[in-house]
């Protein structure tokens, strides 16, 4: 058996180098406001879609979760995303405070201007990014003002060039600063278009897929002046045609939608009514009157003097996130999603002609593409009584003979295997657009490999499978947490923990195998390995599969 990350040619006849000992570690906002053009304050943006369970993270919070219509969803995620998400949980600045707050930070706190631009403009593009994506809404309008809230815009743009997005920039009324100079020599080295005011057509949603407002922020006062007024009246028109036509045309507004009070919001019930709002350091008052369906929070640079002095309540970051969802729970019409995958061709000839090896090399991609657990498959068994059941777990080897899995015997995909020795597998790796399928007879590994690779563990992992008598009922967790103290004590000494004899591996060996690679309008590449023999040698026939 050879480690997955070796090509099959070179390591065939070698002993088992299972994945744990290769890959121990998978095995076991947005800135402060701006100055606008008359004013010295500054503005962010920055944001970020995310739908995982709770999770304790920097300052104590639940990680969010997005609701689902139209399915089920767990009562707790639900209260815990509301929780934290409602309009009450989550702070809110007035004008004066968010002035004081960018004093702080362009002051004592030794932030710059373009620092902080830099932030908002990354952060706003990564907001779009987790929405809107690219191979679906890929022409950007950057409709920029004369202040630091345009200059986000700018940096914004810039940022969704490299994401793989078309930008266009609207900037009218340049400000005269070296800073904002150099943020449009950054996007002219693109090639990335500049156009006038008076080039651009009345309805904005033929040209273009998105519509970013980065005119004003909160330190506007006064009504818009031309040509923003024009820029702000196209930008309404795009959202009533866009509803008589129900045709997507999103407006994504920077911290303030243009023409909005900062704190009373649409006041005329007229203004703009963006799909997403990225909010910058804190929402400002006038959020609580944004009803589109994404509001993101950027500003992940606020340090703790500032949460305290100003009692904010703000979410945490997941990750290396640059925004974070906030606001009410996501509406999604299960029915509409759908993804148009954009991969290379996967054609027959230039697969390998050996199905493991073509395995390998997939699996090398899911590693070298850093994906989270690329060796999870979803393993599929049926009892005697002709009930399927599927759980992940994961791959510890592979080799010719087959695929290798450690489990319970006495567990239930165990006694099923002894009732029906044939199971299926099936790796999916998301951010390749790919799924590999294998069916087969199953076996238990000698007792030699299991020993071997029970010892390879972690000592707690070790212990952990003494103490589950997997699959069975247990009164409760408490019961779980003593056995494993008790048994943490007994090995304390760092001797030898013995393998249970209910304890070992699973070997599939693979009869048909099937290599998926998500493609565009549902066209997907199937390619099958289906085995036969020819002058009695067994080789492996490739068939492509309709979608």
Not at 75 to 96: G, I, K, P
Not at 125 to 151: Q, W
Not at 492 to 504: E, V
Request: glycine share 6%; hydrophobic share 35%; net charge neutral.
């Amino acid at each position: 058996m050879w480690g997955l990350t070796r090509r099959v040619g070179k390591c065939r006849g070698m002993t088992c180098l299972f994945i744990a000992q290769l890959f121990p570690f998978t095995l076991n906002s947005c800135y402060p406001s701006r100055y606008n053009c008359a004013s010295s304050t500054l503005f962010h943006s920055s944001s970020s879609f995310h739908n995982s369970l709770p999770t304790t993270t920097t300052w104590g919070f639940p990680s969010p979760i997005t609701g689902l219509t139209n399915c089920c969803r767990s009562s707790l995620a639900t209260r815990a995303f509301q929780s934290m998400h409602n309009s009450e949980s989550v702070s809110y600045l007035t004008q004066r405070e968010a002035a004081e707050v960018d004093e702080i930070l362009m002051g004592p706190l030794g932030f710059s201007v373009d620092q902080l631009m830099e932030l908002a403009g990354l952060s706003v593009a990564t907001s779009i990014y987790e929405v809107y994506k690219p191979n679906e809404f890929n022409r950007v309008l950057a409709i920029c003002g004369p202040g630091n809230n345009g200059g986000d815009g700018l940096v914004a743009a810039r940022h969704l060039y490299h994401f793989g997005y078309k930008p266009v920039v609207i900037y009218p009324k340049r400000t005269p600063k070296p800073l904002y100079n150099d943020l449009v020599t950054q996007l002219q080295s693109l090639s990335v278009p500049f156009l006038l005011v008076e080039d651009l057509p009345l309805d904005l949603s033929k040209d273009f897929d998105i519509l970013l407002d980065a005119m004003f922020g909160f330190s506007f006062r006064g009504a818009p002046r031309a040509p923003f007024d024009d820029l702000i009246q196209r930008l309404i028109h795009v959202h009533n045609h866009e509803q008589a036509l129900q045709r997507p045309c999103p407006i994504v507004s920077v911290d303030i939608p243009s023409g909005w009070h900062v704190e009373e919001g649409d006041v005329s019930g007229e203004g703009i009514k963006p799909d997403m709002l990225v909010s910058l350091t804190a929402p400002k008052l006038c959020a609580k009157k944004f009803s589109g369906p994404h509001h993101f929070l950027g500003g992940r640079f606020v340090p703790p003097s500032i949460v305290d002095k100003f009692k904010l309540h703000l979410p945490p970051y997941r990750g290396t996130s640059m925004c974070v969802r906030i606001g009410k729970p996501l509406q999604v019409d299960i029915s509409a999603l759908r993804e148009n995958y954009i991969s290379p061709e996967f054609l027959e000839e230039e697969v390998a002609a050996n199905p493991i090896d073509q395995f390998c090399k997939w699996f090398d991609d899911a590693m070298t593409a850093r994906l989270k657990e690329p060796n999870a498959m979803a393993l599929t068994t049926v009892g005697k009584d002709g009930k399927p059941s599927s759980r992940l777990v994961l791959l510890k080897g592979v080799d010719e003979n087959g695929f290798v899995w450690f489990t319970n015997y006495e567990s239930r995909k165990a006694r099923e295997l002894s009732e029906n020795p044939r199971a299926a597998l099936l790796f999916y790796w998301d951010a390749l657009n790919r799924q590999v399928r294998v069916e087969g007879s199953v076996q238990k590994v000698s007792d030699e490999e299991s020993e071997h690779y029970f010892h390879s563990r972690p000592r707690g992992s070790q212990i952990g499978a003494i103490v589950s008598k997997q699959s069975t009922v247990v009164s409760g967790r408490h019961v779980l947490d003593q056995e494993f103290k008790e048994l943490e004590e007994k090995y304390s000494d760092g001797s030898l923990i013995p393998r249970p004899k209910n304890w070992g591996g699973y070997r599939l060996k693979p009869e048909l195998f099937e290599f998926w690679q998500g493609q565009q309008s549902r066209l997907h590449d199937r390619l099958q390995y289906v085995p036969q023999e020819v002058n009695g040698k067994h080789v492996w026939r490739i068939v492509r599969l309709a979608p």
